[in-house]
T-cell receptor, first 116, second 112 residues
Framework: GAVVSQHPSWVICKSGTSVKIECRSL??????MFWYRQFPKQSLMLMAT?????????EQGVEKDKFLINHASLTLSTLTVTSAHPEDSSFYIC????????????FGSGTRLTVV | AQSVTQLDSHVSVSEGTPVLLRCNYS??????LFWYVQHPNKGLQLLLK??????LVKGINGFEAEFKKSETSFHLTKPSAHMSDAAEYFC??????????FGAGTILRVKS
């Protein structure tokens, strides 16, 4: 079945530094990838949608310059949290859509980001 | 605009008894509906999905859900709960085959 690999699974960084999270589709081509943020005991909130080779589409209220998304190939999308602050601490999850399987969405295992 | 309402934030059942997790949706068009399960600090696993085929959808681990258009509901059920079913469950709606909208989630607790 479709597998999405997300790394790292957890990261602790100092305030003011940048952190990159990778999301890879291992056995399918992902034309579209989604990035979600999940606060403790809350649901997933879509941050942005990225299509391979084009700029990401950000949801209202999400800072484009703070959350940089790159989708340079059909199997890799990255989310970079720039100049991280403690309020950016959260659980980030990516999802990839398999263009050959219609509406199939596969989720990564998530990244727990803690900014200290 | 599409939206999802999960009617219970927490559900507690005894092992071996039925599970019912309720979900109502709002959608302008014929939606696609999903149920996902999330274990603590893990990603999401697809349980089942409805995409305008059979209204009774069977998923993994013995779960199933019935799409009822007249009630705009997509409740998740399982005849007999297992301890390993304890997790958080999300009802999700999608229109236009792209963006997913998540419900607030229901935490299922299974008592031994």
């Amino acid at each position: 079945g479709a597998v999405v690999s997300q790394h790292p699974s957890w990261v602790i960084c100092k305030s003011g530094t940048s952190v990159k999270i990778e999301c890879r589709s291992l056995d399918f081509q992902a034309t579209t990838m989604f990035w979600y943020r999940q606060f403790p005991k809350q649901s997933l909130m879509l941050m942005a949608t990225s299509n391979e080779g084009s700029k990401a589409t950000y949801e209202q209220g999400v800072e484009k310059d703070k959350f940089l998304i790159n989708h340079a190939s059909l199997t890799l999308s990255t989310l970079t949290v720039t100049s991280a602050h403690p309020e950016d601490s959260s659980f980030y999850i990516c999802s990839a859509r398999d263009r050959d399987r219609g509406l199939g969405y596969t989720f990564g295992s998530g990244t727990r980001l803690t900014v200290v | 605009a599409q939206s999802v309402t999960q009617l219970d934030s927490h559900v507690s059942v005894s092992e071996g008894t039925p599970v019912l997790l309720r979900c109502n949706y709002s959608s302008s068009y014929s939606p696609s509906l999903f149920w996902y399960v999330q274990h603590p600090n893990k990603g999401l696993q697809l349980l089942l999905k409805y995409t305008s085929a059979a209204t009774l959808v069977k998923g993994i681990n013995g779960f199933e859900a019935e799409f009822k258009k007249s009630e705009t509901s997509f409740h998740l059920t399982k005849p007999s709960a297992h301890m390993s079913d304890a997790a958080e469950y999300f009802c999700v709606v999608s229109e236009s085959g792209n963006k997913l909208v998540f419900g607030a989630g229901t935490i299922l607790r299974v008592k031994s």
